[in-house]
Nanobody
Framework: QVHLLESGGGLVQAGGSLRLACAVS????????MGWFRQAPGREREFVAAVGWSAGTERYADSVKGRFTASRDNGNMMGYLHMTRLRRGDTAVYYC?????????????WGQGTQVTVSS
């Protein structure tokens, strides 16, 4: 059973940066997309970014394009979300997830989430 564990969340001032990490254990995500989602209080969970097994497969929500970078280290079974120029609107619980097929809405594997709070 694959497990995902996020880390790196915290409190940061607007304009600052954070890097989230997602550690994979219990199995391989070879060929899977690793994605990042977020959910703010009172709002639905939304897609943030995803990266495939190979470089050049990154995808981003319009709201984070140019500010966030998704990457992964397949050898160490890690995924990352580097967030820069953070805004108060980026405050949310961030989740990493994995899917074998990004064309479908189904993400079988999820982490427990990590809180990111951006202050003014």
């Amino acid at each position: 059973q694959v497990h995902l564990l996020e880390s790196g969340g915290g409190l940061v001032q607007a304009g600052g940066s954070l890097r989230l990490a997602c550690a994979v254990s219990g199995g391989s995500l070879s060929g899977y997309f690793m994605g990042w989602f977020r959910q703010a209080p009172g709002r639905e969970r939304e897609f943030v970014a995803a990266v495939g097994w190979s470089a050049g497969t990154e995808r981003y929500a319009d709201s984070v394009k140019g500010r966030f970078t998704a990457s992964r280290d397949n050898g160490n079974m890690m995924g990352y979300l580097h967030m820069t120029r953070l805004r108060r609107g980026d405050t949310a619980v961030y989740y990493c997830a994995a899917t074998p097929n990004i064309a479908t809405p189904t993400w079988p594997y999820w982490g427990q989430g990590t809180q990111v709070t951006v202050s003014s």
